[in-house]
């Protein structure tokens, strides 16, 4: 795992895996996973997110994607973007993780690993006693750990439910095909990004599909050309005016 505490003005070259912090610590696990999947898959395929209960890594998280190019994309759009009331800090991760060491080759499994970073340590003191005196120990081994990634199998949904007629253009989105476990809060965050959101409804009665306000018809026209199609957990979103 990236190092919980990442080196302030340390130049980390670009790379597949986003660290992220100042993270909302009272937000379940689960739940901050699938938001921050729902608001970063619009840059690329996400290979896993990963976050942890544990005390020293609350309020971070990781997210790593199939290449570069689309965690740059991410980097660069989503740094200070408003998640769960707090603006969130990205950063390239120190190391690579176990899902990309895997695919490149590089990858050594955690008890090989911390028996060679054990030897290493050993060395380190042989050769030089007085700087392990000093407490100088080796540099975290930040592995990931192996956390279960998130579910390759493609949820169906809710069937969207074309209307007869289009409506036309006006203030408000018909959101279909949701996940069943799509949430206000991780809809008010992707629809958010878009200027004049007023407000988000969900239909606890016919779970898939959403109703999204805008303050004007020229704003829900943006957001629905930018999000027609994105896919959450699988999920490619379909979206339409509402008819009134």
Do not use: C
Request: hydrophobic residues 40%; charged residues 25%.
């Amino acid at each position: 795992m990236a190092e919980v505490s990442q080196g302030q003005g340390e130049e980390i070259p670009p790379n597949m895996t986003l660290y992220i912090n100042n993270l909302n610590e009272k937000v379940k696990i689960d739940e901050l996973k699938k938001s921050l999947f729902a608001v970063f898959s619009q840059f690329g395929k996400i290979l896993d997110v990963l976050a942890f209960k544990t005390l020293k890594h609350k309020g971070q998280a990781w997210v790593i994607f199939e290449d570069v190019s689309s965690a740059t994309n991410g980097f660069r759009r989503m740094q200070g973007f408003r998640f769960y009331d707090k603006e969130m800090r990205i950063h390239y991760a120190k190391t690579k993780s176990d899902i990309i060491a895997k695919a490149d080759g590089t990858f050594v499994p955690r008890e090989k690993r911390k028996r060679h970073e054990e030897k290493g340590k050993k060395r380190k003191e042989q050769l030089d006693p007085n700087q392990a005196a000093a407490g100088l120990n080796p540099a975290y081994a930040g592995a990931y750990g192996a956390t279960p990634p998130l579910s390759q199998l493609p949820y169906l949904g809710a069937r969207p439910i074309v209307p007869d007629a289009p409506a036309p253009p006006n203030n408000i989105l018909f959101i279909q095909n949701l996940p069943h476990d799509a949430t206000t809060m991780m809809l008010q965050m992707l629809f958010n990004q878009y200027p004049g959101l007023k407000d988000v409804r969900m239909v606890e009665t016919k779970p898939g599909i959403a109703f999204v306000e805008y303050e004007n018809e020229m704003q829900s026209t943006v957001a629905m050309q930018a999000l027609q199609g994105f896919k959450m957990q699988q999920n490619q979103m379909l979206i339409t005016y509402a008819k009134k």
